[in-house]
């Protein structure tokens, strides 16, 4: 996605803020741009420039949610073992390996952004209020906006109980100074992030999870992602268990330990092929689905894994645990978990779609289990905590809840590993249609077709069996540390320290499973995975600097290969501009519209024969080129009227344009082109292009360039004029005769605007923290004089 904004960076020293590279053109806000005047976007390139990717987060991970224990006052060994646990969370380093590097980094700040909320809330107002500014303008630049949105949603209801034992308590004012400080640093850090969020949000409204501009297909949100787009990733209610036991719905979507001899499904079609069945293993899982997940997603790189000994202190300080912190953390579990549930427990997650601010912007509903997996240790190690303050409790007492949440845990633990299958199916819901597909295949031999598909069960049995025996373990000897600690067979720190190693070698040896040495390679084989076919090779060959390819030997419109080396018409990203998505919807996902292709220059398309596996690369002739002159307009009342009319249409000849441009188009004066008219592009760079033109009378002109009005402006011989949409997604203007030069320059007021703000913002965030660390000084002083 960034192949032609970093190789304008190189040339330049900046990228640009438009690409063409795919969807035909889109702004670049959301793949890769510079923030110079941001101070967040240069604490984030230090950190990457230091340390290399992914220890940098892996480090962010582990430094912020310390920070956050020792600020829960938390014994500094038991705030150690509490930092690995969030960091080693399974998600997080499944995201990793998955390459979503800015959710990662999004998640990283959650911890101390908690942190400076508690000490503003507890009084230490200044240095909480300048610690939030700084680590939420981390967070906003992370440009993750739906975990920062469920980071919000988590903060919302941790200030609200406040607001209300404030209230109860009859201490409001401590509270709502806080609540000032902390509503200032959110002001600046906004501020810091003002052309982030701007562009952005400006942009979101013209994107895939803005309002549509269709009516007449009833499937089409009107405002949002559709709810099947947004629930695509939902959490099986039956998932949540993965907490405890993370293979219990076979791990990942993977086949890697079905293609081990020692496999009930390798034994049972080894029976079958006679000899190695990987090759029907793999067949059988890519035709039928028959993998080890067996879950409600399409697919999924591996659980939510909390820890096992994290469970268990979780129940535990579910147990113990009296402070109002533990209600936050239980009320906020509960509705993200229902959340993460989507179309699988769709009463709370639809009144949050339909009712809820931006809820619709978001997809993969299950992420925010990320939140979860933070509050999950909170309580774990505030449960050791408040077990350790003196007089709190009796040792008979701790001794006793300890030993139920062991029951609890342990016990569902030990339950699965001995009768699994009275407890989960270990059926994916298409199994029927499985066994159905396998009885064809085995030419209607059902008891074999039964018996294959009752080895696969077995395998993902056998799967979630290991795993809940080793939970078990991993519980036994964390009881066992913590009886010997309360009944003062063992030193505290000692304990501690164990617990924590413990913890590490249970997440660690998770973890390995989805981030290992297979992820990573040699930097010369990174350099060298796009290897240009020969098509690839001919296409490039082309010096015309802006055409459009086809590239139909891949899913087009899901993948971003095609754009290492061509301005595609498909592409890759989770948010196209809308208008965009709406033509691919209409003219491409059914059959191909030649005329839509024409209409956006593609000049090539690029095909494989299914026999020999050879591609091949046509030339479209017809391809209308960067830009030319059109006989007639064609007004439309709508864009439905206008997305029919370019069904069927002669794009070199006729524009199709909305009614509401009418008053731009003076047709009286616009005749049809001359034979000697003629325009062409002169100079090309994704956000400014140059377009010389020669007509004898005013004409209609059509750019073979997308729509956004966000920010393109034109200029006739360095004089702005207006310009208006064609064929449902083109730029089109009216040129008056003559000789003239037009240039077409992505100028948006939401970027440079926003660079300005964010110069403000800071400078007034690093005066903030100065002001916050000169008066702990000060204060530090005043506590050593006293003494």
Excluded at 43 to 50: S, Y
Excluded at 300 to 306: A, E, I
Excluded at 348 to 353: E, G
Excluded at 714 to 741: I, S, W
Aim: aromatic share 12%.
């Amino acid at each position: 996605m960034q192949k032609e904004i970093m190789d304008y960076k190189e040339k330049d020293g900046k990228g640009p803020l438009w690409t063409n590279q795919m969807f035909g053109g889109m702004p670049a806000y959301q793949i890769w741009v510079q923030y110079p005047m941001n101070i967040a976007s240069h604490g984030i390139n230090l950190i990457k420039t230091v340390l290399p990717d992914p220890v940098d987060v892996v480090l962010l991970y582990l430094l912020g949610a310390y920070l956050l224990f020792c600020t829960l006052k938390i014994n500094p060994f038991l705030a150690a073992a509490g930092a690995i646990a969030f960091a080693f969370t399974s998600y997080n380093f499944i995201i990793i390996a998955a390459g979503h590097s800015n959710k990662a980094l999004a998640i990283a700040f959650c911890a101390p952004i908690l942190a400076s909320v508690i000490m503003s809330m507890r009084g230490r107002y200044l240095l909480g209020g300048s610690l939030f500014a700084l680590f939420m303008a981390l967070e906003i630049r992370a440009n993750h906006i739906q975990m920062t949105y469920y980071l919000a949603i988590a903060l919302l209801i941790f200030i609200g109980i406040e607001i209300y034992h404030a209230f109860k308590d009859k201490r409001f004012a401590i509270v709502g100074k806080g609540l000032g400080y902390l509503a200032a640093g959110a002001v600046i850090a906004l501020m810091v992030n003002a052309g982030t969020m701007w562009t952005t949000y400006e942009y979101g409204e013209q994107s895939n999870r803005g309002k549509s501009n269709l009516t007449t297909d009833k499937a089409e949100e009107k405002n949002g992602l559709s709810k099947e787009y947004a629930y695509g990733w939902s959490q099986g209610v039956g998932e949540s268990f993965t907490f405890l036991i993370p293979n219990l719905y076979g791990g990942a979507t993977s086949i890697d330990e079905l293609v081990k001899p020692e496999s009930n499904l390798y034994k049972s079609l080894a029976e079958v092929t006679g000899g190695d069945p990987t090759g029907a293993i793999q067949q059988l899982a890519g035709q039928l689905g028959m993998q080890q997940y067996w879950g409600e997603k399409p697919g999924t790189s591996g659980p939510y894994y909390f820890g096992a000994i994290i469970c268990f202190l979780f129940v535990f300080g579910l147990l113990i645990v009296r402070s109002r912190i533990k209600w936050w953390i239980l009320g906020t579990t509960i509705l993200f978990m229902l959340l993460s549930f989507g179309r699988n427990f769709p009463l709370i997650s639809d009144l949050f779609f339909e009712y809820f601010p931006l809820y619709n912007k978001f997809r993969a509903v299950e992420s925010i289990l990320a939140i979860v997996g933070l509050l999950f240790p909170i309580l774990a190690f505030l449960a050791l905590r408040e077990a350790q303050t003196e007089g709190k409790y009796e040792q008979k007492e701790l001794v006793k809840k300890l030993t139920m949440a062991a029951a609890i845990t342990g016990g569902f633990a030990l339950l699965v590993a001995i009768m699994p299958t009275a407890l989960f199916s270990f059926t994916s819901a298409n199994h029927p249609q499985i066994v159905q597909a396998l009885t064809q295949i085995m030419e209607n031999n059902t008891a074999m077709a039964q018996k294959i598909a009752n080895a696969l069960i077995a395998d993902r049995v056998d799967i979630a069996r290991a795993d809940a025996l080793r939970t078990v373990l991993f519980i036994a000897l964390a009881y066992g540390l913590l009886w010997a600690l309360f009944t003062k067979k063992m030193n505290m720190q000692f304990v501690y320290v164990l617990i924590g190693i413990l913890v590490l070698v249970d997440l660690w040896q998770v973890d390995r499973r989805y981030l290992n040495k297979d992820n990573f390679a040699s930097k010369s084989d990174l350099e060298n995975h796009f290897q240009a076919r020969d098509v690839d090779t001919f296409i490039l060959a082309d010096k015309d600097p802006n055409f459009r390819v086809m590239d139909l030997t891949i899913s087009t419109f899901q993948d971003a290969s095609a754009s290492q080396f061509h301005k595609t018409v498909g592409g890759y990203h989770a948010a196209k501009l809308k208008r965009y998505q709406e033509l691919i919807d209409k003219q491409f996902s059914k059959s191909i519209n030649q005329d839509a292709l024409d209409m956006l220059n593609t000049k090539y398309v690029i095909t494989q024969d299914r026999q020999t596996g050879a591609y091949k690369m046509s030339r479209n002739n017809t391809a209308a080129g960067n830009a030319w002159f059109v006989q007639k307009i064609e007004f439309a009342k709508d864009a439905d009227e206008e997305m029919k009319a370019i069904n069927s249409f002669d794009p070199k000849r006729e524009a199709i344009v909305d009614q509401r441009y009418k008053g731009l188009i003076d047709l009286k004066k616009v005749g049809p082109g001359a034979p000697t008219s003629m325009i062409k592009l002169d100079s090309y760079h994704p956000d400014h292009l140059v377009y010389s033109y020669s007509s004898p009378n005013d004409a209609v002109a059509v750019f073979s360039e997308i729509y956004y009005d966000k920010g393109w402006n034109m200029y006739v011989d360095k004089v702005k004029k207006p310009y208006f949409r064609a064929d449902y997604v083109l730029r089109a203007a009216q040129l008056e005769a003559g000789n003239h030069t037009v240039e077409f320059k992505f100028e948006p007021t939401s970027y440079y605007m926003g660079e300005k703000v964010s110069m403000a913002g800071s400078i007034l965030l690093i005066a903030f923290l100065g002001f916050a660390v000169y008066s702990e000084k000060r204060k530090d002083k005043v506590r050593v004089a006293q003494a």
